[in-house]
């Protein structure tokens, strides 16, 4: 029973096919058919030929993610997988990339490409996911739509801010973090700062979230503007901005209630159990992560993210740490949103949040770890479909630290498994502080002393702790040791 593999390089209104044999050799040379019924006819009636010539084989054909004009070719290969032995997947553009450039193509067509795909599906087997239709596809479109509006949205405030700051400078200060609702009600109404310096404050207290005492200051502030336009084009331009901005949110209000109320996927359920997760970054977090069985462990979901940690090291130093920020966008937006509301509504969070805060890293970066912590917290959830528990997440973190120490010991010696470390090698001054911390750490006589407290880490002797230099650090912390 022979594979052959088919590679489809999709292009707006027709595909280029390439198949190949599991020896990359060219079963089927490159054809090109149009994203037609006629163009699909076809391609049937060229695999009905192949099959006829290659009995009891299996032809293993993938597409490229292209934004959505691969999916009728796509569902194409998933109805034919019911007629003829045929297995269809949809792959991530980088990974046929990266194969691309190690190929070593100096040039690039529609069907090199295709033979690129095909040649990726040989030679990566394990990466990919065959035969798994796309059943939330409806929801997907939903959720993409809804991005399409905030973004425009997102243009719009952004242009608006560039009027309001040459007409009706007066209102800046009431927009650092965004633009209130009152402020486009009152842009609606009074464009300009000429305009706003003409009302009086009976009126524009009238509008929502306006006192008298507010309407005012707004006035007076209005009279004493320094803004450059007020003529009639601007006063046109702001009003109608303002328009489509209000348009829009109704738009997008209404949008996410119809997803919430017509959302059908089972993992919203556990993963709106954790207190910081409503229902919209539910639906994100699951149309992103897909199926969690994608995932073998945590750090594979946490590098789809750009989540995971990053850092250099190289001889006896080590920097570099920060978010890798390698993975997809959205959902790190959807779980730094998750992570603010999760400090202040989940005790968990919060406690994390504030141990890190303590220990003086900045506030960003703790939330950075929350934001690692909730997809660790998610993951769990989705492979065990189990509501969110903090008890057994607490004790699954009491297991972890009682465990940590010996498994670090354990890898460090590994690597000196030949050689244990010569106190005469000449070695920088820096690796000559780790290798002390290492053997006080393992010293006997420490232990039977019973002096159980931890020598100080490899990141406090980097550092400069109130101008001290790493060695008074060791030095401080002896004599805690001693006494």
Same mark, same amino acid.
């Given at each position: 029973?022979?594979?052959?593999?088919?590679?489809?390089?999709?292009?707006?209104?027709?595909?280029?096919?390439?198949?190949?044999?599991?020896?990359?050799?060219?079963?089927?040379?490159?054809?090109?058919?149009?994203?037609?019924?006629?163009?699909?006819?076809? =391609?049937?009636?060229?695999?009905?030929?192949?099959?006829?010539?290659?009995?009891?084989? /299996?032809?293993?054909?993938?597409?490229?993610?292209?934004?959505?004009?691969?999916?009728?070719?796509?569902?194409?290969?998933?109805?034919?997988?019911?007629?003829?032995?045929?297995?269809?997947?949809?792959?991530?553009?980088?990974?046929?990339?990266?194969?691309?450039?190690?190929?070593?193509?100096?040039?690039?067509?529609?069907?090199?490409?295709?033979?690129?795909?095909?040649?990726?599906?040989?030679?990566?087997?394990?990466?990919?996911?065959?035969?798994?239709?796309?059943?939330?596809?409806?929801?997907?479109?939903?959720?993409?739509?809804?991005?399409?509006?905030?973004?425009?949205?997102?243009?719009?405030?952004?242009?608006?801010?560039?009027?309001?700051?040459?007409?009706?400078?007066?209102?800046?200060?009431?927009?650092?973090?965004?633009?209130?609702?009152?402020?486009?009600?009152?842009?609606?109404?009074?464009?300009?700062?000429?305009?706003?310096?003409?009302?009086?404050?009976?009126?524009?207290?009238?509008?929502?979230?306006?006192?008298?005492?507010?309407?005012?200051?707004?006035?007076?502030?209005?009279?004493?503007?320094?803004?450059?336009?007020?003529?009639?084009?601007?006063?046109?331009?702001?009003?109608?901005?303002?328009?489509?901005?209000?348009?829009?949110?109704?738009?997008?209000?209404?949008?996410?209630?119809?997803?919430?109320?017509?959302?059908?996927?089972?993992?919203?359920?556990?993963? /709106?159990?954790?207190?910081?997760?409503?229902? =919209?970054?539910?639906?994100?977090?699951?149309?992103?992560?897909?199926?969690?069985?994608?995932?073998?462990?945590?750090?594979?979901?946490?590098?789809?993210?750009?989540?995971?940690?990053?850092?250099?090291?190289?001889?006896?130093?080590?920097?570099?740490?920060?978010?890798?920020?390698?993975?997809?966008?959205?959902?790190?937006?959807?779980?730094?949103?998750?992570?603010?509301?999760?400090?202040?509504?989940?005790?968990?969070?919060?406690?994390?949040?504030?141990?890190?805060?303590?220990?003086?890293?900045?506030?960003?970066?703790? =939330?950075?770890?929350?934001?690692?912590?909730?997809?660790?917290?998610?993951?769990?959830?989705?492979?065990?479909?189990?509501?969110?528990?903090?008890?057994?997440?607490?004790?699954?973190?009491?297991?972890? =630290?009682?465990?940590?120490?010996?498994?670090?010991?354990?890898?460090?010696?590994?690597?000196?498994?030949?050689?244990?470390?010569?106190?005469?090698?000449?070695?920088?001054?820096?690796?000559?502080?780790?290798?002390?911390?290492?053997?006080?750490?393992?010293?006997?006589?420490?232990?039977?002393?019973?002096?159980?407290?931890?020598?100080?880490?490899?990141?406090?002797?980097?550092?400069?702790?109130?101008?001290?230099?790493?060695?008074?650090?060791?030095?401080?912390?002896?004599?805690?040791?001693?006494?």
């Amino acid at each position: 029973m022979a594979d052959y593999f088919l590679g489809c390089d999709v292009s707006k209104g027709y595909a280029d096919f390439t198949i190949l044999d599991s020896k990359k050799h060219v079963a089927e040379s490159d054809f090109q058919l149009d994203d037609t019924f006629e163009g699909h006819s076809c =391609l049937c009636n060229i695999l009905e030929r192949f099959f006829k010539a290659h009995p009891d084989s /299996t032809l293993y054909a993938a597409v490229e993610s292209t934004g959505g004009y691969e999916n009728n070719w796509l569902n194409l290969f998933y109805r034919l997988s019911g007629l003829m032995n045929v297995k269809a997947a949809r792959l991530n553009p980088v990974g046929v990339n990266a194969y691309n450039k190690a190929s070593l193509n100096r040039n690039v067509n529609d069907s090199i490409s295709a033979k690129n795909i095909a040649g990726y599906l040989i030679s990566y087997p394990e990466k990919i996911p065959y035969s798994q239709e796309d059943t939330r596809s409806s929801l997907r479109k939903q959720w993409n739509f809804i991005a399409m509006l905030k973004k425009q949205r997102t243009q719009l405030f952004n242009q608006l801010g560039f009027h309001i700051y040459t007409a009706n400078t007066a209102i800046l200060k009431y927009c650092k973090n965004g633009l209130p609702r009152w402020v486009l009600y009152l842009l609606e109404r009074y464009p300009t700062s000429l305009k706003l310096s003409r009302a009086r404050v009976s009126a524009v207290s009238k509008i929502p979230y306006i006192s008298q005492e507010r309407a005012r200051d707004l006035i007076l502030a209005a009279r004493k503007s320094i803004a450059s336009s007020g003529d009639e084009v601007t006063e046109f331009l702001i009003k109608e901005t303002v328009k489509q901005i209000i348009n829009l949110g109704k738009s997008i209000e209404l949008q996410e209630k119809y997803l919430e109320k017509h959302c059908d996927i089972p993992e919203v359920n556990i993963l /709106t159990s954790f207190k910081g997760i409503g229902t =919209l970054s539910a639906v994100g977090l699951s149309l992103n992560i897909v199926t969690i069985e994608r995932f073998p462990t945590v750090k594979h979901l946490a590098s789809y993210f750009g989540l995971h940690p990053v850092y250099k090291e190289s001889g006896d130093g080590m920097w570099g740490f920060h978010m890798s920020k390698q993975g997809r966008i959205e959902p790190r937006a959807i779980l730094f949103m998750a992570a603010r509301s999760a400090i202040n509504s989940n005790p968990l969070i919060k406690e994390i949040y504030i141990k890190h805060v303590q220990r003086g890293m900045s506030k960003m970066a703790a =939330l950075g770890v929350c934001m690692h912590k909730i997809l660790r917290i998610v993951y769990g959830m989705l492979k065990n479909q189990k509501a969110f528990d903090p008890e057994i997440d607490r004790e699954n973190s009491r297991k972890v =630290l009682s465990t940590k120490e010996t498994r670090e010991s354990k890898k460090k010696d590994a690597r000196r498994r030949y050689q244990k470390q010569d106190d005469s090698a000449p070695v920088s001054r820096r690796q000559g502080i780790k290798r002390k911390e290492r053997k006080k750490s393992q010293s006997n006589n420490v232990t039977k002393n019973g002096i159980i407290a931890s020598s100080p880490s490899i990141q406090e002797a980097m550092h400069l702790k109130g101008g001290k230099r790493p060695y008074q650090i060791f030095k401080e912390r002896a004599n805690e040791l001693t006494h």
